[in-house]
């Protein structure tokens, strides 16, 4: 039974210490502007620098047995900027700010003007992980809804314009990144949590804008932030029963370190569910097989294992880059002793 149990990644793997300054990136949040003084390398080489990491990442993924793949994001400064600040219309040399998921002020793009996707954004990198493996692959790309909370509108004054304008130019990138290669591309959405009274009134409909008329298997990643920053986390979900309603194929969702009810599966029984069963917190322990096996276990009581994938609570970009291949390791190995016993 191979296609049972397939395993995963969010998207983020750690980025090595010669390529970024890891003490600044950990220092700040993940940043909604430019962040070009995380890069170690001189400009003239960076891309080539990070082309080389990016192999190092992908071959780490495959080395530690995971199914579906991504490029590990090696590319970004963070899971949304690279898009965002991509597009016609945002002003980043006159930033403006906005309150992160934490409740403190951020710099963030500005939007002066009309939001439009002038040219692909990560097609190169979807092609070069496509060249570079032949496993599932899968691209990432910041939701419509989450982008709309990290950047001052000063052109639509509405949120949920605004959230449809980015959902237009996500809706081209997804076009481009399955004719480039792509197996899945997944939204990231954490915002939905982090807002969920705003989420209420329009996530939905800018995710299925962002997705409408695409071909091609879609995910939808959902979470309570990077662990390594946001450390107060509920453990249940504001916004989660609301996301069977939108398009994607897959959800995702973290799971482990917060130890969420998983009945909560029950209620998105028309989607195949991304859970996560790797904790990523700073001070987790690169987890034994057998604690994995129990969180799998603990989820094939409310989803059946054709329609279930196991992954990471969320991105790995900050965790120690040893530490993240030890627990990519033992999801994989639990992953198989389950699927053995089916």
Known sequence: MPDLLLTSVVGSYPQPDWLVDRNLLGRRLPPRTRAVEIWRVA???LEQAQDDATVLAIRDLERAGIDII????IRRESYSNRFATALDGMDLENPGTA??????PNPVPRVVG???RSRPVEVRDVEFLRATTTRTIKATLPGPFTMSQQAQDDYYHDEEALAMALAEAVNDEVRDLFAAGADVVQLDEPYLQARAEKAQRFAVKAINRALLGVAGTTALHTC???AHIVLSRPNGYPFLEELADVTAHQISME???QKVDLSVLKSLANKTLIVGVIDLADDSPVEDVDTVVGRIRDALRFVPPERLILAPDCGMKYLPRPKAFGKLTALARAAARVRAEL
């Open 70 to 73: 991504t490029d590990g994001e």
């Open 224 to 226: 309570f932030g990077y």
């Open 114 to 116: 009309p939001l439009r």
């Open 99 to 104: 309150l992160d998921r934490t409740g403190h």
């Open 43 to 45: 400009p003239e080489y």
């Open 255 to 257: 799971s482990a370190q």
